[in-house]
């Protein structure tokens, strides 16, 4: 079963930027649809980003305009600019055509 590995976290200030990828180990998900989501403590999961096998991408209204999800044959990334207290979370990248999520990468936002 492929797995997903996720890379890219860490402690940025209010106002920065940060990327994050996802990387397929033992297979491929070039030809499914991939998502990014975030949970923060005592919070519900939340979507945040679709891309498609084509490259077409979605976003929550919380991120609009702010992140911009992209993959390549490889990887799915998320780049996050204009980083606010409130997308502190941990991310995690998910093959939603075979329900695999990876591990999760902690995203602090604090001065």
């Known amino acids: 079963q492929v797995q997903l590995v996720e890379s890219g976290g860490g402690l940025v200030q209010p106002g920065g930027s940060l990327r994050l990828s996802c990387a397929a180990s033992?297979?491929?998900?070039?030809?499914?649809?991939m998502t990014w989501h975030r949970q923060a403590p005592g919070q519900a999961r939340e979507w945040v980003a679709t891309?498609?096998?084509?490259?077409a991408t979605f976003y929550s209204d919380s991120v609009k305009g702010r992140f911009t999800a992209s993959r390549d044959d490889e990887s799915v990334y998320l780049q996050m600019n204009s980083l606010n207290e409130d997308d502190t979370a941990v991310y995690y990248c998910q093959d939603f055509d075979s329900t695999t999520w990876g591990q999760g990468t902690q995203v602090t936002v604090s001065s």
């Open positions: 891309v498609a096998p084509g490259g």
């Open positions: 033992g297979g491929s998900f070039s030809d499914h649809i």
